[in-house]
């Protein structure tokens, strides 16, 4: 994944920090200082407002309404060179703040920042203004190269969480009051409903996470499995298997897709319903019924242990998926994690090994498009970024990106989309400053296939980018 922040600084250079300092007439101590929370401020920003398809829309009609192209990066040395064409910046950068926050809000915004950095207020609206154009500039400029949409677009903000969560000042975003960032950089509630951020990277911890909340959850349904029975009845007996197949269910569901914010809000809704069933069981029983409570007990007691076995199982098989990820050293000191046996662990094994074979290709596995365009997913962004690290460390490699298809469809079309998929590919990996002259890109449509193009599995075989390595 493209991280949005190091292109920033990266555009930024090592010049910006002292000219901007001089400018402002602060020290470049503090003025770096401010800048380490302004950019993660402006970004996290930009992200809030690019959550929907819609706002990732409205923010590819600013970039475009504006020029925000990627071109104000070419030279930003000029930009500090005379007094008018620093008040062109900022102005710019005052159309982007307010594009970004709403005007109401900027002043509340500098307060914040200011608090948390300890820059002085009118220093710190104007480095906003100085870096938010510069901003818009690097995004801008992916969307550019890469043809990205909306979707695209959406997909590569939403994947910038994790690189804020690194760089932005523990609370920045509660502060700030940004829509779906509050909380990031921040602590986390220890409730059930929350548990879905609080699961961690490693499948094996994640799998423990969801062990201590299905006893939390099992906790609750003990008090008010108590709550029933004190007003009575047997009929709570009926729905007690459901809730245990609705909660078994659910870690099922975790194993299979790892998906953390449904099994977050789904969690939430069978604790919500359970309760909800319960009261309408209260209303409808007659007399107490003191076995009601040992049954729930004893259900409490095994969907525990059913929760420890599920958290077990899950850990062994994390363990499996973990040992499947290999740490790749790279010429240079670099390593990169990837999987055993995919794209990057062939080609680095490839490159790392005695002798020449020139043209040697390699099938991308994790590079994927929207269907029917040749614009680039977010999941695609990893295997891409090891890709650039590996050229980085084998300074004389060079490569032809070449796409294929199926045959389904005209023929001219698909030469088309394969040769446009090809130079997406091989416009990332210039966005992230590889040497043109190390890369050629062509599409070959359906000319070359690799299996049968009558099932669906070998249609779908065909439809590849690969990879030949030109030299080592």
């Given at each position: 994944?493209?991280?949005?922040?190091?292109?920033?600084?990266?555009?930024?250079?090592?010049?910006?920090?002292?000219?901007?300092?001089?400018?402002?007439?602060?020290?470049?101590?503090?003025?770096?200082?401010?800048?380490?929370?302004?950019?993660?401020?402006?970004?996290?920003?930009?992200?809030?407002?690019?959550?929907?398809?819609?706002?990732?829309?409205?923010?590819?009609?600013?970039?475009?309404?504006?020029?925000?192209?990627?071109?104000?990066?070419?030279?930003?040395?000029?930009?500090?060179?005379?007094?008018?064409?620093?008040?062109?910046?900022?102005?710019q950068g005052s159309g982007v703040l307010d594009f970004l926050f709403g005007k109401s809000k900027?002043?509340?915004?500098?307060?914040?920042?200011?608090?948390?950095?300890?820059?002085?207020?009118?220093?710190?609206?104007?480095?906003?203004?100085m870096v938010s154009p510069l901003l818009m500039g690097v995004?801008?400029?992916?969307?550019?190269?890469?043809?990205?949409?909306?979707?695209?677009?959406?997909?590569?903000?939403?994947?910038?969480?994790?690189?804020?969560?690194?760089?932005?000042?523990?609370?920045?975003?509660?502060?700030?009051?940004?829509?779906?960032?509050?909380?990031?950089?921040?602590?986390?509630?220890?409730?059930?409903?929350?548990?879905?951020?609080?699961?961690?990277?490693?499948?094996?911890?994640?799998?423990?996470?969801?062990?201590?909340?299905?006893?939390?959850?099992?906790?609750?349904?003990?008090?008010?499995?108590?709550?029933?029975?004190?007003?009575?009845?047997?009929?709570?007996?009926?729905?007690?298997?459901?809730?245990?197949?609705?909660?078994?269910?659910?870690?099922?569901?975790?194993?299979?897709?790892?998906?953390?914010?449904?099994?977050?809000?789904?969690?939430?809704?069978?604790?919500?319903?359970?309760?909800?069933?319960?009261?309408?069981?209260?209303?409808?029983?007659?007399?107490?019924?003191?076995?009601?409570?040992?049954?729930?007990?004893?259900?409490?007691?095994?969907?525990?242990?059913?929760?420890?076995?599920?958290?077990?199982?899950?850990?062994?098989?994390?363990?499996?998926?973990?040992?499947?990820?290999?740490?790749?050293?790279?010429?240079?000191?670099?390593?990169?994690?990837?999987?055993?046996?995919?794209?990057?662990?062939?080609?680095?094994?490839?490159?790392?090994?005695?002798?020449?074979?020139?043209?040697?290709?390699?099938?991308?596995?994790?590079?994927?498009?929207?269907?029917?365009?040749?614009?680039?997913?977010?999941?695609?962004?990893?295997?891409?970024?090891?890709?650039?690290?590996?050229?980085?460390?084998?300074?004389?490699?060079?490569?032809?990106?070449?796409?294929?298809?199926?045959?389904?469809?005209?023929?001219?079309?698909?030469?088309?989309?394969?040769?446009?998929?090809?130079?997406?590919?091989?416009?990332?990996?210039?966005?992230?400053?590889?040497?043109?002259?190390?890369?050629?890109?062509?599409?070959?449509?359906?000319?070359?296939?690799?299996?049968?193009?009558?099932?669906?599995?070998?249609?779908?075989?065909?439809?590849?980018?690969?990879?030949?390595?030109?030299?080592?």
């Amino acid at each position: 994944m493209m991280n949005i922040l190091d292109l920033l600084k990266t555009s930024m250079g090592d010049q910006m920090i002292p000219m901007v300092s001089k400018f402002l007439g602060e020290s470049e101590e503090a003025t770096g200082n401010a800048a380490s929370s302004i950019l993660p401020a402006l970004l996290g920003g930009l992200m809030s407002k690019g959550e929907s398809d819609s706002g990732a829309q409205g923010i590819l009609d600013f970039l475009s309404g504006n020029n925000h192209d990627g071109g104000i990066l070419d030279n930003i040395g000029d930009l500090f060179s005379s007094g008018d064409k620093t008040d062109m910046l900022m102005n710019q950068g005052s159309g982007v703040l307010d594009f970004l926050f709403g005007k109401s809000k900027i002043e509340s915004i500098i307060d914040v920042l200011s608090s948390v950095t300890g820059f002085g207020k009118g220093s710190t609206g104007s480095l906003l203004k100085m870096v938010s154009p510069l901003l818009m500039g690097v995004v801008g400029r992916s969307v550019k190269n890469k043809a990205l949409d909306a979707v695209g677009l959406r997909d590569l903000l939403g994947g910038q969480r994790s690189f804020l969560e690194k760089a932005a000042p523990k609370g920045l975003f509660d502060k700030l009051g940004l829509p779906g960032l509050a909380g990031l950089a921040g602590s986390v509630a220890g409730t059930a409903k929350d548990v879905g951020h609080k699961l961690v990277d490693t499948t094996a911890d994640a799998a423990k996470t969801v062990g201590d909340a299905t006893v939390k959850t099992t906790q609750r349904t003990e008090e008010a499995f108590e709550d029933t029975a004190k007003a009575g009845g047997n009929a709570l007996l009926r729905f007690l298997p459901w809730v245990i197949l609705l909660l078994a269910a659910l870690l099922l569901w975790w194993f299979i897709t790892g998906n953390k914010d449904k099994i977050e809000d789904a969690t939430g809704d069978v604790m919500d319903k359970t309760e909800e069933m319960m009261d309408n069981t209260v209303e409808a029983v007659g007399d107490a019924a003191d076995a009601t409570v040992d049954a729930a007990g004893n259900t409490v007691d095994a969907l525990v242990d059913a929760a420890d076995d599920a958290a077990d199982v899950v850990g062994e098989a994390a363990g499996e998926v973990k040992d499947a990820i290999l740490s790749l050293n790279l010429p240079g000191g670099a390593e990169i994690k990837a999987a055993e046996g995919g794209f990057t662990d062939k080609i680095v094994k490839f490159l790392s090994s005695p002798g020449k074979d020139p043209k040697k290709a390699f099938i991308f596995d994790k590079v994927y498009f929207n269907t029917g365009s040749s614009n680039l997913s977010g999941a695609s962004m990893a295997q891409l970024d090891n890709l650039v690290k590996v050229m980085e460390s084998y300074g004389k490699m060079k490569i032809d990106v070449v796409g294929h298809t199926d045959n389904t469809g005209d023929a001219a079309k698909n030469k088309k989309l394969s040769a446009d998929r090809a130079a997406a590919v091989k416009n990332y990996l210039l966005t992230m400053k590889v040497n043109a002259s190390r890369i050629t890109s062509k599409g070959l449509g359906s000319d070359m296939p690799v299996a049968s193009n009558d099932t669906e599995e070998g249609r779908a075989a065909n439809r590849r980018i690969e990879v030949y390595v030109l030299e080592k």
